[in-house]
């Protein structure tokens, strides 16, 4: 059985109607998955869901965070999880990104600083948990965005940072997707997402790896 943790890519954006890496592979391996991405989550999410779903016993577990915990924002915004979730939860999240704005716009971010949404530190000791406590784990690189490119130093850097956590255990291995998908825009189907011709690469590289 797999058990996969990670964001919006993990699962596929609202508008994609194929199969996700997940489905593939599963499929391929002729086994169950146990799909617990979600939309705009982190590490964070991944170890209250690892936590949770861990009696599943799974013989896999793969985990494809990076793109929000790499995400610069304003220094003295909180962050509300995204699972488990609840009214007030979202209702929070909805204050927090006025919040954020406004921020921006008095220029605060410039002014008193930005963050990390997951700090760097924190990223790698969430994924220690992870990986320390699975069977086989497979870290799913975070692809470059195609608009904010900005941005991609910072997601380069979080990849750096899960090939350091995957090298602290043999039982752990990192699929290499980023320089794949830096030298082809058409495995997207939007600045981020991927589409069915990138998953069918995520999915190809995984089994690979396997």
């Not at 704005?101 to 008095?106: E, G, P």
Request: charged letters at 25%.
């Amino acid at each position: 059985m797999i058990l996969a943790l990670g964001d919006c890519n993990i699962v596929g954006a609202n508008s994609f109607k194929g199969k996700n890496y997940i489905d593939i592979v599963a499929e391929n391996l002729q086994t169950k998955a146990k799909n617990c991405g979600i939309t705009m989550s982190t590490t964070r999410e991944g170890v209250i869901l690892f936590n949770e779903f861990s009696s599943y016993n799974p013989s896999l577990v793969v985990v494809a965070y990076g793109l929000v915990d790499s995400w610069r924002t304003f220094k003295y915004a909180p962050y509300v999880l995204y699972y488990p979730d609840n009214f007030l939860r979202k209702l929070a999240r909805k204050v927090v990104k006025k919040y954020k704005k406004l921020a921006r716009s008095f220029g605060l971010n410039e002014k008193l600083g930005q963050k990390f949404v997951v700090p760097p530190q924190e990223y790698m000791q969430n994924l220690s948990f992870i990986a320390a406590k699975s069977k086989r784990v497979l870290f799913i690189e975070t692809p470059p965005h195609l608009t904010e490119t900005f941005r991609n130093p910072d997601i380069k850097h979080y990849n750096q940072l899960m090939a350091k956590v995957a090298a602290q255990y043999p039982h752990a291995d990192v699929v290499k997707i980023y320089e794949d998908f830096a030298k082809d825009s058409s495995l997207y189907l939007d600045e981020i997402h991927l589409n069915q011709k990138g998953y069918d690469l995520v999915a190809h590289k995984i089994l690979e790896r396997l």
